[in-house]
C-alpha cells in the first residue's frame, strides 16, 4: 500500500463486524479496505495456542447469535465454517449436586423434577414464551432502528416494528415489555420457585453485564442472549469447529474474495474530516487512505474520544459519549487440561461427556449472583466468582493433544477499576488462583489437571482488544443504551453526526454479542448513501 491510498469506504477494525461490513461492502460494488491495529484479524473472535498443543477461543467462544443471514449472504459455510450442535445445554455445579438442564424435554423435566415439580411444569411454557419473544426481536434487530426526529424512512422503520409486536398478541407484548423493563430476577421468581433453576436462568442477565439479579433492565440481556439460533434451533449454543476464529477467518475469505482489502498493524490515529465530513483516516505510521465514506467498528466512546475531531460534535451528543458506559466486569481464562475434569456428583468416566458438553455454570442462585456483585462493588472482584466454563474438546478434538482438553472460563463480576486504584497486574495471577479453586472446589481434579493457563483481566481485554472498560459489548446493554438511543438519539441508524462517518460495531443497534447484525445493517445504510 502507498503513503496515500484510496477507497470507496474505508472500515476501521478487522472484528467479526468490521469483516461483515466489508463483505456487503465489496458484494455492492464498493473499493473497501479494512484496517486493523493488532497483527491479526478477528477482534474478540480468534483462536490462538496458548500453551503447547492446546488451542482455545481466547475472548468470545460460543456461537448463538451470528445472524443466519449472515452466514447465508456471505457464504460462510463455504470459506470453512462448521458449528457444533451441542446435547447438553447446561449443567449447573451445586454443593454435593447439580441441576442439569439439557436440549432433550423429557430429560430436562425429569431434572427439574428433582428439585421442584411445579418449576418443571411451568418450564416448556416458560421457553416458549421466551423463544415467541425473541423471534421477534431477532426480526428488529436485522434492521436499523428508528431514529428520534427522523424523516419518512424512520417511520416506516416505526411501523414495521408496531406491526411485529402488534402480530405477537396481547400474552407475548406484555411479556416483551416485561422483559424489556424488569430485573432478570423478579421476572424469574414469578416462574419458578427452586434455587438452581433461577441460578442458571439468572446468570444469562449479567453476562457481561455488571449489574445485581434484581437491577431493572437486566431481564433484557436474558432476552438479548435467546435471539440466536444454532443449526435453525432458536436459543441454542454451539461450538465453531476450530474456535471462534474460524468465523472471522470465514468471514476475512469471503470479503477478499469480493475484492474487499484488510490491512493489519494499521492503527489509526484519526478520522480524516474536511468541512465537517470524513473523508478518510490517518494511520499512526503516516500513511492515509481517502474513502467516500468511514465506518467504525470500535466503541463509541474510543472513536469519538480519541479519533474523531470533538469540536464537529454537538454538545448533547458528546455529553452523550463522554457517559457511555462500557463495563462488563469480566475475568476471562483458558486453561489446558491433561484430562478432563471429574466433577464429584458426576459417575465419572466416558458418560461425564454427555453432562458436559454443554455450558457448566457456578451460579446456584440469585443470592449468589447478587452476593457476587455486592462484593465487586466493595472491594472489586467477587470472591465467589460466577464461573460459566465449557469444554470444546468434548466435541472437536482438533484443539487439544490425545487425551488433553480445553476448557473456558467466564467469569463476573470483577471491576473495570478497582477501588483501591492498584491495577488489575498486581492481582491477576492471585485471582487466577482463586478462580481456579473455586472449580477445583467441585471437581478435585481440577487444579491438579491444569497444564497451562491464559488469563484476561478486565485491563487485558482493554489493551488488546482497543475495548474500554473491558466491555464485550462496546456499551452496557442497558434501557438508555439500546434500540434507538444506541448510541444516541437521533443518531441509531449507524450515520454518525459527522457526515459520511459510520457505526458498524457493537456499539450500533443491536448491541453485543458475535452476531455480524450491526456491521451488516450499516452495510445496508451505507450502500444506500453512496449509491
Given at each position: 500500500m502507498s503513503l496515500n491510498d484510496t477507497a470507496d469506504v474505508v472500515i476501521i477494525g478487522a472484528g467479526h463486524n468490521g469483516l461483515t461490513c466489508a463483505g456487503y461492502l465489496a458484494r455492492g460494488g464498493l473499493k473497501v479496505t479494512v484496517v486493523e491495529r493488532r497483527n491479526v484479524i478477528g477482534g474478540a473472535a480468534v483462536t490462538e495456542e496458548f500453551h503447547p498443543g492446546f488451542r482455545n477461543s481466547v475472548f468470545s467462544y460460543l456461537v448463538s447469535l451470528l445472524s443466519p443471514k449472515v452466514i447465508a449472504d456471505l457464504e460462510l459455510e463455504r470459506h470453512g465454517l462448521q458449528i457444533l450442535d451441542r446435547t447438553s445445554g447446561s449443567f449447573s455445579v451445586l454443593q454435593g449436586d447439580h441441576f442439569w438442564l439439557p436440549r432433550d424435554g423429557t430429560v430436562a423435566a425429569r431434572e427439574v423434577a428433582r428439585f421442584s415439580k411445579a418449576d418443571a411444569d411451568a418450564l416448556p411454557e416458560f421457553e416458549d414464551r421466551i423463544a415467541t419473544v425473541a423471534e421477534a426481536l431477532r426480526a428488529v434487530a436485522e434492521d436499523a432502528p428508528p431514529d428520534f426526529g427522523g424523516g419518512w424512512a424512520d417511520l416506516l422503520r416505526l411501523v414495521s416494528v408496531g406491526n411485529r409486536v402488534r402480530k405477537l398478541g396481547a400474552k407475548a407484548q406484555a411479556d416483551l415489555a416485561e422483559l424489556m423493563t424488569m430485573s432478570v430476577g423478579h421476572y424469574l421468581e414469578r416462574w419458578f420457585e427452586s434455587d438452581p433453576i433461577k441460578g442458571i436462568f439468572g446468570f444469562e442477565g449479567v453476562i457481561g453485564n455488571f449489574a445485581g439479579p434484581y437491577q431493572a433492565g437486566s431481564a433484557y440481556v436474558l432476552l438479548h442472549h435467546a435471539f440466536g439460533q444454532v443449526n435453525g434451533r432458536t436459543g441454542a449454543w454451539g461450538h465453531a469447529k476450530g474456535g471462534m476464529g474460524a468465523i472471522t477467518q470465514a468471514l476475512a475469505a469471503s470479503a477478499r474474495e469480493a475484492g474487499a482489502e484488510i490491512l493489519v498493524d494499521a492503527p489509526v490515529q484519526e478520522v480524516i474530516t474536511e468541512k465537517g465530513s470524513a473523508v478518510g483516516v490517518a494511520l499512526e505510521d503516516g500513511r492515509t487512505i481517502r474513502a467516500r465514506g468511514v465506518a467504525s467498528n470500535v466503541n463509541p466512546s474510543l472513536l469519538f474520544g480519541k479519533m474523531v475531531d470533538p469540536g464537529l460534535l454537538p454538545a448533547d451528543f458528546k455529553r452523550r459519549i463522554d457517559g457511555w458506559r462500557s463495563e462488563s466486569a469480566t475475568f476471562r481464562m483458558n486453561v489446558a487440561l491433561s484430562e478432563m475434569p471429574r466433577f464429584s456428583s458426576l459417575p465419572g468416566g466416558d458418560e461425564d461427556a454427555e453432562y458436559l458438553n454443554g455450558t457448566i455454570d457456578i451460579c446456584p442462585s440469585l443470592d449468589y449472583i447478587q452476593a457476587a456483585y455486592d462484593d465487586a462493588n466493595a472491594q472489586g472482584w467477587a470472591r465467589r466468582p460466577i464461573i460459566s466454563m465449557c469444554l470444546p474438546t468434548t466435541l472437536d478434538d482438533t484443539l487439544a493433544p490425545p487425551g488433553g482438553h480445553v476448557m473456558s472460563l467466564f467469569c463476573q463480576h470483577f471491576r473495570r477499576r478497582l477501588p483501591d486504584g492498584s491495577s488489575w497486574d498486581e492481582h491477576r495471577e492471585?485471582?487466577?488462583?482463586?478462580?481456579?479453586?473455586?472449580?477445583?472446589?467441585?471437581?478435585?481434579?481440577?487444579?491438579?489437571?491444569?497444564?497451562?493457563?491464559?488469563?484476561?483481566?478486565?485491563?487485558?481485554?482493554?489493551?488488546?482488544?482497543?475495548?474500554?472498560?473491558?466491555?464485550?459489548?462496546?456499551?452496557?446493554?442497558?434501557?438508555?443504551?439500546?434500540?434507538?438511543?444506541?448510541?444516541?438519539?437521533?443518531?441509531?441508524?449507524?450515520?454518525?453526526?459527522?457526515?459520511?462517518?459510520?457505526?458498524?460495531?457493537?456499539?450500533?443497534?443491536?448491541?453485543g454479542g458475535v452476531t455480524g447484525l450491526p456491521g451488516r445493517n450499516a452495510a445496508r445504510e451505507i450502500l444506500k448513501d453512496i449509491r
Open positions: 492471585t485471582v487466577a488462583d482463586m478462580i481456579i479453586d473455586t472449580v477445583d472446589a467441585y471437581a478435585p481434579n481440577f487444579k491438579a489437571a491444569v497444564v497451562g493457563r491464559q488469563i484476561n483481566t478486565p485491563l487485558d481485554i482493554e489493551r488488546t482488544l482497543g475495548m474500554p472498560g473491558g466491555d464485550i459489548f462496546h456499551g452496557a446493554l442497558h434501557l438508555d443504551q439500546i434500540f434507538s438511543l444506541r448510541p444516541a438519539a437521533g443518531h441509531s441508524d449507524h450515520r454518525m453526526p459527522v457526515k459520511g462517518l459510520y457505526l458498524c460495531g457493537s456499539g450500533a443497534h443491536p448491541g
